[in-house]
């Protein structure tokens, strides 16, 4: 082959006319479906191997078949935060020998409907989207197309499309309720990126439990955070300079109360002895920190394993009507929270 020449593409007829089978037989195998003998099998498999041949997903998706490809976006790899419910996903699609093409946004809202768009055009069975930008647009659009797809704590308003997320209002009351019952009457709160229906519900729930226990809602100890560290790292500053700094502060994720932390002990504090620090998620190495972090166990593994049965079920009949599934969270208590000084 010259430069010039275009590498010649392998077909499943090739595979068939090396191994003197059948188009069906070759199918057979690399579809793993039908009974096939074990001899065939194997010099199918070592034609496959010699001859170099690739299954077009593509093509058999556009032709009617499945690909046998789940797509995933996500906003970045950066966190355990993704990490934990990519794992979920993948644990999932082993099971029923699917693969996960993975396509990772950078935050970028144009970059997520092209990759929308490609992966709905024949490449992959179905769709997960983790913290979607336009969830209400996607959906309006999947349910005319009839196109499975789910989203994982996703950042619309929509309550009827088919969904996983986790007790987010919930877990932050209780968050807070512990700081009240350890004795803390001001409690800090950096949030996360307002756009998203989860940073509003943690926001929601702190505000809930300040009232239940007849505490004020002071706006000058809130802080507009977007669950990164850097960002966690400045509230947590502004919130220490103020004239009557919180006791405690609660971080909308352990990102961000990792930035917290890296603040207070900056400012030359103590925690939890000179101030109270909680997180949300329970990432992986949030019970690696110095102290170890209090925080709002999310149940990110189960959340990806559980949309991905979400999306496999309707995949198998994309007629069905999804469901909007939230799963329970939990308070981890580790050390770095304790009753106020004095």
Not at 268 to 294: M, Q
Not at 318 to 332: C, F, H, K, W
Request: overall charge negative.
């Amino acid at each position: 082959m010259t430069a010039n020449q275009a590498p010649v593409r392998v077909t499943i007829e090739d595979v068939a006319r090396e191994a003197e089978v059948s188009y069906a037989t070759v199918s057979r195998v690399i579809n793993n479906k039908g009974y096939v003998s074990d001899e065939t099998r194997q010099r199918v498999n070592d034609v496959v191997d010699r001859i170099g041949y690739v299954v077009n997903r593509q093509a058999r998706g556009l032709a009617g078949g499945k690909s046998q490809v789940v797509g995933l976006v996500v906003p970045d790899v950066d966190t355990s935060y993704i990490g934990e419910i990519i794992r979920g996903i993948d644990m999932e699609l082993a099971a029923v020998d699917y693969d996960l093409m993975l396509y990772t946004t950078r935050h970028r809202k144009n970059r997520e409907s092209a990759y929308v768009a490609t992966l709905t055009d024949g490449l992959a069975d179905g769709l997960l989207l983790v913290l979607p930008a336009a969830s209400g647009a996607y959906l309006d659009s999947f349910r005319k197309r009839k196109f499975p797809c789910v989203l994982i704590d996703h950042r619309g308003m929509d309550e009827t499309g088919p969904s996983v997320g986790a007790t987010n209002f919930q877990g932050a009351a209780d968050a807070t309720r512990y700081l009240i019952g350890l004795g803390h009457h001001r409690i800090g709160m950096v949030t996360g990126n307002l756009d998203m229906v989860c940073a509003v519900d943690r926001l929601n729930g702190y505000r809930q439990a300040l009232t239940e226990a007849g505490l004020p809602i002071d706006d000058d100890l809130v802080r507009y955070g977007d669950f990164l560290q850097p960002r966690g790292f400045e509230c947590a500053r502004e919130l220490l300079a103020l004239a009557d700094p919180p006791t405690a502060i609660f971080a909308s994720n352990d990102v961000s109360a990792f930035g917290v932390m890296e603040a207070i002990r900056d400012s030359g504090r103590r925690i939890p002895a000179d101030i109270s620090v909680i997180g949300f998620d329970d990432i992986p190495v949030a019970s690696n920190v110095y102290p170890p972090l209090t925080t709002v166990r999310q149940p990110l593994f189960e959340m990806g394993a559980s949309a991905t049965r979400m999306l496999l079920e309707l995949v198998g009949n994309p007629s069905r009507s999804g469901e909007r599934v939230l799963l329970p969270t939990a308070l981890v208590i580790r050390e770095s929270c304790r009753a106020p000084a004095g």
